[in-house]
């Protein structure tokens, strides 16, 4: 008589799946002994600074690049109240022929003078809101307007009595990059929205 005579297809069966069962549980628990043993354990002490490394070789030196506008003075718009007459006498009749206005401008200093830049504009609306503004010299077709530069004084002329005109100087001393007086000229200078904006200069 065979000794697994007794054991049928089910017993068999069973036999099988608690095998497998306890085959998989055993999976497990090696997977979570793998994982106990991965994890991260406390930081060791700081080892020592490693030795300095060689300095490298110095870059190529920049182009130098252009003096800024920090030094530019500019006023506030100022209203010309006195345009005094300049006339001739010729017996009985005076006859005015121009008319001037002083300007004191303390900053206008010789430095200034001999290697910088002077600019004078002028608004002809004479509205804030809305602005008619021209550099001078300005030379139209019925009359004039120029500018004449002094130590500490700007001295405008015209042939008419432009009483209240407003007007607003720029000082822009010689080392700036606005003093640069080459054919490559970084801005139109009888241009006043343009100067004002590359001088950041507000109204």
């Keep these: 008589m065979s000794y697994f005579r007794g054991i049928n297809k089910t017993n068999i069966y069973f036999m099988k799946r608690i095998t497998l069962e306890?085959?998989?549980?055993?999976?497990?628990?090696?997977?979570?002994?793998?994982?106990?043993?991965?994890?991260?354990?406390?930081?060791?002490?700081?080892?020592?600074?490693?030795?300095?490394?060689?300095?490298?070789?110095?870059?190529?030196?920049?182009?130098?690049?252009?003096?800024?506008?920090?030094?530019?003075?500019?006023?506030?718009?100022?209203d010309t109240a006195k345009w005094l007459p300049d006339t001739i006498h010729n017996g009985a009749i005076v006859d005015t022929v121009s008319y001037t206005a002083i300007i004191s401008v303390p900053q206008l200093s010789l430095d200034i003078l001999n290697k910088g830049m002077v600019k004078?504009?002028?608004?002809?609306?004479?509205?804030?809101?809305?602005?008619?503004?021209?550099?001078?010299?300005?030379?139209?077709?019925?009359?004039?307007?120029?500018?004449?530069?002094?130590?500490?004084?700007?001295?405008?002329?015209?042939?008419?009595?432009?009483?209240?005109l407003p007007v607003r100087y720029i000082l822009i001393p010689g080392g700036t990059a606005a003093g640069r007086k080459s054919s490559a000229s970084p801005v139109d200078w009888n241009d006043y929205n343009a100067v004002k904006k590359y001088l950041n200069i507000k109204d």
């Design 22 to 78: 306890l085959f998989a549980a055993f999976l497990v628990v090696i997977a979570i002994s793998f994982s106990s043993c991965s994890k991260e354990g406390p930081q060791g002490a700081q080892g020592p600074q490693g030795a300095q490394g060689a300095q490298g070789n110095a870059g190529a030196k920049g182009d130098k690049g252009d003096p800024g506008t920090a030094n530019v003075i500019y006023s506030d718009w100022t």
């Design 120 to 164: 004078v504009f002028a608004d002809f609306n004479g509205t804030p809101t809305d602005p008619t503004v021209l550099a001078l010299p300005y030379l139209g077709s019925s009359f004039y307007i120029d500018a004449l530069f002094y130590l500490n004084t700007i001295q405008l002329t015209s042939n008419f009595k432009l009483q209240g």
